[in-house]
Structures are given as C-alpha cells and as structure tokens.
C-alpha cells in the first residue's frame, strides 16, 4: 500500500518508543546492519550513531517513506525493496526490524530465511505489534461487517498476523546461540480528538480506506470512529489511554 508518513508519525514517541527499546538489547559490534522496513529512517540513524564502523543499510518498499529518510542527511545507504524478495549484499552483522515483519505472512518461513542471511555470531533482532486482538483492531472488522461496504473490505481484511510469542522459538532456535524472546505491554497517553482512530489510520486501517471513495470512504471512518471514542473514551485531562502489547526478539547465530 501507499504509505502517507505524515499520517505515520502522528505518534513519533510511542511508535520509535519500541525501536529504542530493541536496540539497548542488541550486543556486539556487527560490521553490516541492515534495517529492514526502516520506513522514514529513525531507527536507521540511531544504528549508524551506535555502530560507527558499521556499514548501516536502510530497506523499505515505500517510496514515500524514504522519500522522507532521505530528506535528512545520513551516512545511512538507503534501498528500496521489498522484504519478502530481500536478499543482503553479504551476510549481515545485525538484521534489524521495527514494526515491519507483521505485514508479511508464512512467518515460519519468513524468520529460518532471514536467520539464514546472518554471519556467523551475526544477530536478527525484531519487534512486533501484538495488539490485534484489543478493539482497536477488532472494531475494524465489525465496523466492515456492518455497514454497506461489506462486500468492498470484508475480502481485504487479514487474519492475525503474529503468533504467540513460544511459536517463534522453533523458528529462530535452530543454529541460534542463544534466543530471547519477550513481551511488553505500553500504556500509551495519547493526545488529540479521537486519538486511537487517528492512530490506526496510520496502519491497518489505511487499506480498507484506501478501497473507498467519498462520500463511502468518510462514512465508514466515522463509523468505526464512533465505535473507538466509545473503546477508548478521553479522560478528565483530555489524555487517552492506549494499551499497546508488542513482541520482541533478539537472537544471536551460533559462531
């Protein structure tokens, strides 16, 4: 899909907040990062502050997004390519990604094919939303199944796409050194009219948007609008409370 990083970095804090967290767990001194999904390049920026001999490489499929990491200077190389057709030039030190992997199915074997691209001693290290099961996702699929867009969305909605956190282990422990695999759960304060809409449009409800034309398309954003300001009400200080769960892990190859 077309991404819109205006939209996306509504939330700069608690969205990069994850990132931030992933990478104070990453030891070592790779040679060749690569940061995959990297989108507007935070992350990306942050690795090549952190390693300064590395050789930091930035892939997106967005033009848009890297439009935008470009338009800040860098000794970040940025590609655009698809994750799922991604091959690295040599095997990598540090394969990193933030919030990017959920969009990709076959996850079984997604993770063997990306542990497969690291040097020896060489680290994958991922995050993940988890939050699929909370009304902000799941007052998507109701809103598309209860009103006269049905026919148009119901085919573009996605079944959970990140498992439980133990049926990685098998993917990733084979070959591994050592495995770690952890959940966090923020609670979000988000700011602003209806926040937690504004959010996922941002996300996972931008396809289904996408799909629509006006009027349709503002119809079914305040449909499911209404059903999130009653999920997620504002509190006396105007502030909106958003738990968000996501996934990590950081897995080392054998040397």
């Known amino acids: 899909m077309a991404w819109n990083p205006e939209q996306y970095l509504k939330f ?19 040679e ?12 990306a920026r942050i690795l090549a502050s952190r390693w ?27 590609e ?13 030190g540090l394969i990193f990604s933030n919030a990017a992997l959920h969009w990709l199915p076959e996850h079984s074997a997604l993770f063997p094919r990306l542990m497969g691209f690291l040097a020896p001693s060489g ?17 998507i699929a109701e809103t598309v199944r209860g009103g006269p867009w049905r026919a148009k969305l119901e085919p573009l909605l996605r079944p959970t796409p990140v498992g439980e956190p133990a049926s990685y282990y098998p993917l990733l ?11 966090t ?7 602003g009219a209806n926040p937690v809409k504004e959010w996922t449009k941002g996300t996972w409800l931008k396809p289904l948007l996408d799909a629509l034309e006006e009027p349709e398309r503002s119809a079914f954003e305040d449909a499911y609008g209404l059903r999130i300001k009653a999920a997620y009400p504002a ?6 409370l958003f738990p968000f769960k996501r996934l990590f892990m950081a897995v080392r190859k054998r040397p």
């Not at 060749?32 to 992350?43: E, F, K, M, P, V």
């Not at 655009?80 to 990598?92: V, Y």
């Open 185 to 191: 759960e923020y609670l979000q304060v988000l700011e």
């Open 123 to 139: 680290i994958l290290a991922v995050q993940m939303p988890r939050n699929f099961g909370a009304p902000s996702h799941t007052l």
């Open 12 to 30: 700069t804090q608690p969205r990069f907040r994850p990132a931030l967290d992933l990478i104070a767990r990453i030891e070592g001194d790779p």
């Open 235 to 240: 509190l006396a200080d105007g502030k909106t």
């Open 52 to 78: 300064e001999r590395a050789k930091v490489v930035g892939v997106d499929d967005s033009a848009q997004m890297l439009a935008q990491a470009k338009a800040e200077p860098s000794r970040v190389v940025w």
């Open 173 to 183: 422990s084979t070959g591994a050194a050592s495995v770690d695999i952890w959940e």
């Open 80 to 92: 655009q390519a698809s994750i799922a057709d991604w091959r690295p030039e040599r095997p990598a």
């Open 32 to 43: 060749l990062i690569y940061d995959l999904g990297c989108g507007t390049g935070s992350a």
